[in-house]
Structure formats: structure tokens, C-alpha cells
């Protein structure tokens, strides 16, 4: 889950760049950074998860 | 003035730790400090550089992504005179202690020595000037606004982004691999209350800090923000007055959630304004840097409990909500609150922080978290059980900070 989460989160940066260099409207740039975003969230959730989990079963 | 900044920080963290690890916490922050600069300047200002340096660039679209510095390593060929470069260099050899010092706060009480240095110089050779160079050396966030008309560009006058977000993100990564001090979460996940040994040096550091800061922003705002000489004072006053209404936010919050202000939430809430006030104070209006202050004060007093209690980040500092929060939180100022935003398009410059934040998030975290991890893995970084329950004075240097005092018997109190 943990290797998922960073995952998600190169993968959001990924959207975030591809939307600066690719798009050319100001609107669909912004619309794509904030899904991009929006991917890098999940994946620090992810993550925070993971090691929630992995906490209590040392606890 | 800068040094200030990293004097602070170092009080902040000892005072917030525990009795037992208390000359430990100052030894780390000295050592840190040496390997931040030697590292620095063997080898991370070849990779940050300055505008204009030498570079490698690709292009996509025919336009160019300035990616890397490729300056000669030691600081070869540099005159180390009062050019603008070499004052670059030395408030640099300054920051990257700054950042450096940020991480120590969260792997208080457990972080051992040795691996504290090693990854400070992963932090001071790699993480740090790379971002660095995308943001103050010409390179590709820098260039946003020339190269896509985004904004004007990433902006961060004074390491915002570069020297807090990236520190208090290593901040992150540390306390994750290292796992909470025993004692810190029942069985049942619930939080105990760890409170710092000495909260006199924890607020004599704020002020040190505040010193510190009135430094690093000004210089920041001269050398990396374009700002005129003059606006010096523009910049003392909205990093006094972001710092004042963050405590008192900070002091009014727990107030009300706790029935008193709380010593230690209301000096991480001065050092979240300060942190907050970083990027855009050169070009705030003074009621803008009261508002960016209060946020700013408001988000630590939660973020705080929200990491401690549901997400079991164990952070006896307090520094991922201060310097990595309350550094997002500075970014976006700049864009709504700032001229930088109110001159280059609002939404502009909003998409450009965005981007910048993205990065951070998308690409620091990753990074800083990997080689921690990796790091972890050939060099133990958490100090053993028996080593935590004795304290890391005893256990790394084999004397105490305080031999004279005896020892409270709730130190060792068992959860």
C-alpha cells in the first residue's frame, strides 16, 4: 500500500507536468494540475494509511 | 543575521524534547549543521548553481526545461567576493543548515547521530539543491511564466518552499521510518502527551528565530525575489506582523480548546508564521501578512493535534505542521494575497504555486522518503529500545545534558 501510495504521487506530478507542457488553455492547465493534485492526495493517504496499519499491529 | 534563524531552531528542538536527550538534541544540531555546509559546498551548489550558470537543458515543444546546474564541484572558479553570486553561496551555506535542522525536531529522542549526518547529507548534496535550482538557479519552475506564461513564474522569495516545505517533508519521511517513541500510542492507537523538558528555551528560540528570519527573508527577497533594497522594511514588517497574529491565533485557538494558552503550540504558531511569511514578504501589504500570519497560526494549533492523534505521526516538534503546512500555506499566499499574483493574472500565478506545491509533493516527498528509506536500510537510523529508554545523552554520548538534576521516575513510564 505504501509503495502504492508514492506511486500515486509521482503519478499526480506526472499529470501536473504534462498538463503545463501539453495543454495550451489556461482553464484545461488549471482543471488537469487540481485532478493531478487531486492524485497526489490520494496517495498521501495512502501512504498515512500504510503506516496507521502497520502502528497498530506493533501496538 | 541567518545563523539566528538556525539558533533558534535548535533551542525549539531541544527545549521540545526530552530531559534525557536534551545534549544530544544540541550536538545534532551543531553536526548537522557542519555536514550541511561541507556537504553543500562540495557538491550541492555544482547541482543548484544561479540564473544564467551552467546547466543541462532539454527541450520539449521547443521550449526549454533548465533541469540541473552543472557547476564545477567545491566551489571551483568562484570569487568568493561581494558579487551577487557569492553572497548567493554563502546565504545558501546558511539555508541548507536551516533545512537541515528542520527534520531533527521530528526524530527527537530517537534519531541516531551517525544516521542523522548521513542523511543530512543526502538532504544538503541532493534534495535541497535540486529543488533549489528549479526555484532560485534559472531552472524550470523559475522559468514558468517566460516559458508557458503561467504567472511570473514559481515564486519564493525566501525559501518558502526551498528551505521549509523541503525540510519539513524530510520531517515527514523521518518520523515515518522511524516509528513513534515508546510510550507515545497505547495499544489502542490512542496519544499520550509527551510534554517538551524546557519551554523557556523553546521561546527563547523564537526570538532568536525571529531575528534569524528578518535575515533570511530580506536577503532572500534582494537576491532571489528581484525585490529593490528598499523594501527591507516592507519585509521586517509583514515577517513581524505574520509572526505576532500567527501566536496570537495560535494562543487564542488553544485558549479556547484547551481553556489556556498552550506554551509550546503558541511557539510553534510564531515559528509557522515566520515560515509562512517567507515566500511572498517583499510583496505583501502589511494587513496581508497580519492575515497570512493568522492563518497560519490557526492551521498549526490543528494540524498539530490531527497528526499526533489521527494519524499517528509521532513529531515532538511539531515541524511537519510548522515548516511543511505552514510553508504550503505561505505558497498559496503568494498567489491570492500578494502583488505578484494581483500583477501577473491571479489565476496565473495561482496555477504556477500550484505547480510548484505539486512538485513537492509529487517529487520532494518521493525522493527525500526513498533515499531515507534506502539509507535505513545498510544504516540503522532509529537508536535501539534499551538506547531509548536510557535517553540518547546516555546512550551516544554517554553523559547527561542536566547530571545535577535528578531524574523524574514519570520519564520512564511505560504505555
Known amino acids: ?59 | 543575521m541567518v545563523p539566528m534563524a538556525c539558533v533558534g531552531l535548535a533551542l525549539v528542538n531541544t527545549g521540545l524534547g526530552r530531559a534525557r536527550s536534551a545534549a544530544h538534541a544540541m550536538l545534532s544540531s551543531l553536526c548537522v549543521c557542519s555536514v550541511a555546509a561541507i556537504v553543500y559546498v562540495i557538491i550541492g551548489f555544482s547541482f543548484q548553481g544561479t540564473p544564467g550558470g551552467q546547466a543541462h537543458v532539454f527541450a520539449i515543444g521547443g521550449k526549454t526545461w533548465n533541469w540541473i546546474a552543472a557547476e564545477p564541484f567545491f566551489l571551483r572558479g568562484l570569487r568568493l567576493d561581494f558579487s551577487p553570486v557569492s553572497l548567493i553561496v554563502l546565504l545558501q551555506i546558511f539555508s541548507v543548515g536551516l533545512a537541515s535542522l528542520i527534520p531533527l525536531s521530528s526524530g527527537a529522542d530517537r534519531w541516531r547521530l551517525g544516521a542523522t549526518c548521513v542523511s543530512t547529507a543526502l538532504l544538503a548534496g541532493l534534495t535541497y539543491p535540486l529543488f533549489a535550482h528549479w526555484v532560485w538557479g534559472g531552472g524550470w519552475l523559475a522559468q514558468l511564466g517566460a516559458n508557458y506564461g503561467v504567472g511570473s513564474g514559481f515564486v519564493d522569495g525566501g525559501g518558502c518552499s526551498t528551505i521549509q516545505v523541503v525540510g519539513g517533508l524530510t520531517a515527514l519521511s523521518i518520523t515515518w521510518i522511524l516509528g513513534p517513541r515508546p510510550g507515545k500510542y497505547t495499544p489502542e492507537g490512542t496519544s499520550a502527551a509527551i510534554p517538551g523538558h524546557n519551554v523557556v528555551l523553546v521561546l527563547l528560540g523564537c526570538f532568536f528565530a525571529w531575528i534569524g528570519w528578518l535575515g533570511l527573508n530580506s536577503s532572500g527577497a534582494i537576491l532571489f525575489g528581484g525585490a529593490e533594497p528598499s523594501r527591507v522594511i516592507l519585509v521586517a514588517v509583514n515577517t513581524t506582523l505574520s509572526a505576532a497574529a500567527s501566536a496570537l491565533m495560535a494562543a487564542a485557538v488553544t485558549r479556547i480548546r484547551f481553556g489556556g494558552p498552550d506554551a509550546s503550540l503558541v511557539a510553534n504558531g510564531w515559528l509557522a508564521g515566520l515560515v509562512a511569511s517567507c515566500a511572498g514578504a517583499a510583496f505583501l501589504k502589511p494587513a496581508a501578512g497580519i492575515l497570512v500570519g493568522a492563518v497560519a497560526g490557526a492551521l498549526v494549533a490543528f494540524a498539530i493535534d490531527l497528526l499526533e492523534s489521527r494519524l499517528g505521526v509521532d513529531d515532538p516538534g511539531g515541524a511537519i505542521s510548522v515548516h511543511a503546512i505552514g510553508g504550503l500555506w505561505g505558497l498559496c499566499a503568494v498567489a491570492s494575497l500578494s502583488e505578484v499574483g494581483a500583477q501577473s493574472g491571479s489565476r496565473g500565478q495561482w496555477l504556477a504555486q500550484l505547480v510548484g506545491m505539486a512538485t513537492l509533493l509529487g517529487f520532494v516527498l518521493p525522493l527525500t522518503y526513498g533515499l531515507n528509506w534506502l539509507l535505513n536500510r545498510v544504516y540503522r537510523q532509529r537508536v535501539d529500545v534499551e538506547g531509548e529508554w536510557r535517553g540518547m545523552d546516555l546512550q551516544e554520548l554517554g553523559a547527561g545534558a542536566y547530571p545535577e538534576f535528578v531524574v523524574h521516575s514519570d520519564d520512564f513510564i511505560q504505555g
Open chain 1, 1 to 59: 500500500m505504501k509503495l502504492a501510495g508514492l506511486l500515486l504521487l509521482v503519478a499526480g506530478w506526472g499529470i501536473v507536468m504534462s498538463a503545463v507542457a501539453l495543454l495550451p488553455s489556461l482553464m484545461g492547465r488549471a482543471g488537469f494540475a487540481l485532478a493531478g493534485v487531486a492524485v497526489e492526495l490520494l496517495g498521501l493517504a495512502l501512504i498515512v494509511n500504510s503506516h496507521l496499519v502497520l502502528s497498530a499491529g506493533k501496538g
